[in-house]
């Protein structure tokens, strides 16, 4: 078979997926966003961050922030007459601080992962009542994670839905 028959036969399989694949309901869903902007996730995570060791590590963060700013403020007034040593002491403190608030905010981004992470084991268990519920109810053919999507109408994307109907199915329990 020469090489013009097979890219023609290559064309016209391609344009035949094609015309299957727009005859599909399609649609996306992010289960995490919808997960995490329900009402349930909501309350949980601000009664997880309301804690006073919570809130211990967040003014501590805040502060460290507040210092590390002063150290700059403070090389941008006065930097220009420091010694060699006082410019080496700076900036040892300045890196000290940094390291610090780094330290302290990944460990305050760590809580809050871990807290929606158990928001989302929390739901999963409706997650996939209503997802399937949500299939059934629109005869979708295929679902796809939102975020590996480059491109979607709004129209195809159920997150909200998925969020409304948590937001109703835990109102209930």
């Given at each position: 078979m020469s090489f013009i028959v097979r890219v023609c036969l290559f064309c016209i399989?391609?344009?035949?997926?094609?015309?299957?694949?727009?005859q599909q309901n399609v649609f996306v869903v992010?289960?995490?966003?919808?997960a995490l902007r329900s009402d349930f996730a909501k309350d949980f995570l601000?009664?997880?961050?309301?804690?006073?060791?919570?809130?211990?590590?967040?003014a501590e963060y805040n502060k460290l922030r507040g210092?590390?700013?002063?150290?700059?403020?403070?090389?941008?007034?006065?930097?220009?007459?420091?010694?060699d040593e006082?410019?080496?002491?700076?900036?040892?403190?300045?890196?000290?601080?940094?390291?610090e608030i780094n330290q302290l905010g990944g460990q305050l981004e760590s809580a809050r992962s871990s807290l929606q992470g158990?928001?989302?084991?929390?739901?999963?268990?409706?997650?996939?009542?209503?997802?399937?519920?949500?299939?059934?109810?629109?005869?979708?053919d295929i679902l796809m994670n939102s975020k590996a999507v480059y491109f979607q109408k709004l129209e195809f994307d159920i997150t909200a839905e998925?969020?409304?109907?948590?937001?109703?199915l835990k109102a209930e329990k």
């Open positions: 399989v391609v344009s035949i997926s094609s015309i299957s694949i727009a992010d289960i995490e966003a919808g601000n009664k997880a961050t309301s804690t006073e060791n919570y809130k211990n590590g967040v210092e590390f700013k002063a150290l700059q403020d403070d090389a941008q007034t006065n930097g220009l007459t420091w010694s006082q410019k080496n002491t700076f900036n040892g403190q300045l890196e000290q601080k940094l390291k158990r928001v989302i084991q929390e739901l999963t268990p409706d997650i996939e009542k209503i997802i399937q519920a949500i299939i059934e109810e629109k005869n979708v998925l969020t409304e109907k948590l937001n109703v």
